[in-house]
């Protein structure tokens, strides 16, 4: 269908003169301030990347790569930098010694020529850290004071802030902090250094600030982390929090919590938040207890012990449930519960799977 163009005399051979304006001088932007970054990433996880403190005591077990984990998936955490003294052995200031650590204490490492332990520098040398690690993750805690995490026996071969070999009962203190997100996946020991060839695959990464998490969750009062590790009554605490990042909730208080703003525990785990207004404690808000299991029918759906699948070997319980409460239970009674047990207290209500609403702002 055609146009017409009324109005329009393309037979006039005429211009019209057309004035233009230049663009304001407070509308102008110098080519420098053009070029300098102000947007980095979105704030759900944000881009700055991390490394593991080095000195942290081990957790786990890879069975898979044989290398050992030191804070696993799920734990609150908090970071140190340059500017902060404590823990030994963190980052240092470039007008600082050369050493990766400060005041002169030795990077802990085994020398493979004379057999003690070496010095290098953090910023000079193949074993420092990566230039764009300006932070160090450690375990939250809550606030609640100075956390000592226990070295064990799986803590041979590892070295202390001094430079000395780490030995069972000893301790790596790490001060009260604030936290700053969650890790989403296992953060592996440092151990640059002690192999020429080996650097394991997260030897730095992110954390969440803002996402929706499942954690399992007990209900028994003497979980909750908020002392000393090293304080009465807080072995099993010490020990479920090597392998879990879990909730723990007071007898009789579970009533009217969902909506309960969360915090960390002083082992970097999940608690429910003493005030009812945010603090620079709070790391996001409780949505759902969830004890209504199994789902889908996957308890008819044959597994295998130590798949780590739900099915028949875990009454169709997700295995991070079905296994923290097994371990759980075992540190309560001495005896490994059967499967039908760990049913039973996951309908009774002692067990099941918080779901919160990360939100570290």
Known sequence: MAINNFGLNFTAQSTHKVPTRNRPDRYAESPLAARARFEVSEGVRPAEYFAAYKYLPVSQKDITTEDYVVIPKG???????????????????????????????????????????????????????????????????????????????EDAGSYKADGSAAADGETCTIPSNKPIGVVYHDWYQDIRGRWLNYRMWPDGGHVLTDWFVEVPFVVDANLIATDSPHAKNTAKQRKLSKVFSYMAIAEGSTKNLIGSLIQPTILGDYMVQTSTSVTDQTVGKLISLDTRFPKSGLEDVETYPGSRMPGTQTAGLPSFLFEFVVATETLTTGTAPTIEEVLFAVRSGKYGVARINISVS
């Open 75 to 153: 734990k609150i955490v908090s970071a140190v930098s340059a500017f902060d003294m404590d823990p030994d052995g963190g980052l240092i200031l470039d007008t600082v010694s050369g050493s990766i650590a400060s005041s002169g204490v030795l990077y802990g490492f085994e020398n493979q020529v004379t057999g003690g332990t070496g010095s290098y520098g953090q910023d000079t040398s193949y074993f420092g850290y990566d230039e764009y690690i300006s932070t160090l993750l450690v375990p939250a805690t809550g606030g609640l004071g100075d956390a000592d995490y226990q070295y064990s026996v």
